[in-house]
């Protein structure tokens, strides 16, 4: 089973090698990373050739955002699953991907995912939120559920059969296109009860007021669109949030809700 991990890039010299060192480290032995980089202006070209790895394809021209840039990439994978892997984010341990394809094998689900760890920008180790997924159920989505989406990987074919993130959302084209791949489409997804991605906090979703109020509207418009309720939904969506922050068992499970 070949997996290809996407990483759209901007101007993240910062952070993309460890990024990327991540990704090289898995043990899984069919892989590939297809980094998409929107015309960077630091070195972010130079540090993704400086790897000069056969697992990885670069792309570097003008988009339209990162959904934009996503798009790309997963128009140009070539593996069975997809998955993503942003800039500032690292796979939490080397055997990840193969923790992904031992979830898929039996070919009975379309998609996994796992848990994900905030951790301080400047120091990895440091874990500010610690978000347990719990297994899916479609009636979780009515209580504001998602699977951690740095966590989530998808059969290709899924793409191609219902779509990939709609760019009209700015900042929740995430959210929107799980909400799609679990109402409309009806998707069948696996749950690895680990950690799978640490990611650093100051995402672009949560940089400022502005965005953080457009970030909820784009949330609202996504759960209307699909059905699945209104604004019960999206405050709950938020509220969920809260017992990331008290212990690494602080995320309640919603069915107990």
């Not at 920008?121 to 874990?127: E, G, I, K, M, Y």
């Not at 978000?131 to 479609?138: D, E, I, K, L, V």
């Not at 995430?174 to 679990?182: F, G, M, S, V």
């Amino acid at each position: 089973m070949k997996i290809s991990v996407v990483m759209a890039a901007y101007n993240s010299q910062a952070t993309i090698g460890e990024a990327i060192e991540s990704f090289l480290a898995q043990d899984h032995p069919e892989k590939e990373l297809i980094v998409i980089d929107g015309a960077s202006q630091d070195d972010t070209r130079s540090i993704v050739e400086g790897f000069s790895s056969p697992a990885i394809r670069f792309l570097s021209e003008r988009d339209k955002g990162i959904y934009d840039a996503l798009n790309k990439g997963i128009a140009l994978a070539e593996g069975d699953v997809v998955g993503l892997l942003h800039t500032d984010d690292l796979f939490a341990r080397k055997n990840v991907l193969s923790r992904v394809a031992e979830a898929l094998g039996s070919g009975e689900v379309d998609g996994a995912y796992g848990d994900l760890e905030y951790v301080a920008r400047d120091r990895p180790s440091s874990v500010i939120r610690y978000w347990r997924a719990g297994a899916y159920s479609r009636d979780l989505l009515r209580k504001g559920w998602m699977p951690p989406h740095p966590t989530l990987f998808l059969r290709s074919g899924v793409f191609e059969k219902h779509g990939n993130y709609d760019v009209s959302f700015r900042i929740s084209a995430d959210y929107e296109a799980i909400l799609r791949w679990l109402t409309k489409a009806e998707l069948q997804l696996a749950y690895i009860p680990e950690v799978l991605v640490r990611m650093r906090v100051g995402g672009e979703s949560n940089r400022s007021l502005g965005r953080i109020i457009r970030k909820s509207r784009e949330d609202l418009r996504a759960i209307r669109r699909h059905g699945i309720g209104g604004c019960g939904v999206l405050l709950a969506k938020n509220a969920s949030k809260l017992g990331q922050f008290t212990s690494r068992d602080g995320y309640q499970d919603m069915k107990d809700n």
